[in-house]
């Protein structure tokens, strides 16, 4: 069965700081990664890609480990706006689309 | 920019009645999802759709049908609506395994 897991969180941090949080999947014949946000009674959003090289999306960079089959997610300078769910997603490369991860809470305090 | 519309936000229905939720997309993707969301068990796919007059099941169909007569639209059927069908649910469709959802409709069946 294809898994994608993430801590659920809340990661409760303050404004201006980092933080990170990873997700890990089963399948290893994965094929693409994204990460998307989901603000509360919203639908979730394409946050970004991950590409094998990782990538940086001005205050945002993933990275992808096929290693250990984690991706990870850092923001920097946190803002306010930065509080919600972000779901780790996965393409196993079959018929049935994505494998969505059930999210990491994210809570920015001022 | 993608627009993928739901024909409702909020449905109140009740036991037993059929319940059709549209979705309909303006950038002519060829692949449409159906998802519901429930809290602590995440994004679950409902049926999918390929192309024209093709649909496949996801990972929780019973109960459920869809029909897709038209690229732009794939509709999700409740023939018969229970109580345990009260969710959100979401549509997306997708070009290169990025999906783009709808708001959401916000079912609830009492």
């Known amino acids: 069965r294809k898994e994608v897991e993430q801590d659920p969180g809340p990661f409760n941090v303050p404004e201006g700081a980092t933080v990170a949080f990873n997700c890990t999947y089963s399948n290893s014949a994965s094929q693409s990664f994204f990460w998307y946000r989901q603000d509360c009674r919203k639908e979730p959003k394409l946050l970004m890609s991950?590409?094998?090289s990782g990538n940086e999306d001005g205050r945002f960079t993933a990275q992808l480990n096929r290693a250990s089959q984690y991706i990870s997610l850092l923001i920097r300078d946190s803002k306010l706006s930065d509080s919600a769910t972000y779901l780790c997603v996965v393409n196993d490369g079959g018929a049935d689309g994505l494998t969505f991860g059930k999210g990491t809470h994210l809570i920015i305090q001022p | 920019d993608v627009k993928v519309t739901q024909s409702s936000r909020y449905l109140v229905k009740r036991t037993g009645e059929k319940v059709f939720l549209e979705c309909v997309q303006d950038?002519?993707?060829?692949?449409m999802f159906w998802y519901r969301q429930d809290p602590g068990l995440g994004l679950r796919l409902i049926y999918f759709?390929?192309?024209?007059?093709?649909?496949e099941k996801g990972d929780i169909p019973e109960g459920y049908s869809v029909s897709r007569e038209k690229k732009e639209r794939f509709s999700l059927i409740l023939e018969s609506a229970s109580t345990n069908q009260t969710s959100m649910y979401l549509c997306?469709?997708?070009?290169?395994?990025?999906?783009?959802f709808g708001p959401g409709t916000r079912l609830t069946v009492t």
């Open positions: 950038m002519d993707h060829e692949n």
């Open positions: 991950v590409y094998s």
């Open positions: 997306a469709s997708s070009v290169r395994h990025e999906q783009y």
């Open positions: 759709s390929y192309d024209v007059k093709m649909k």
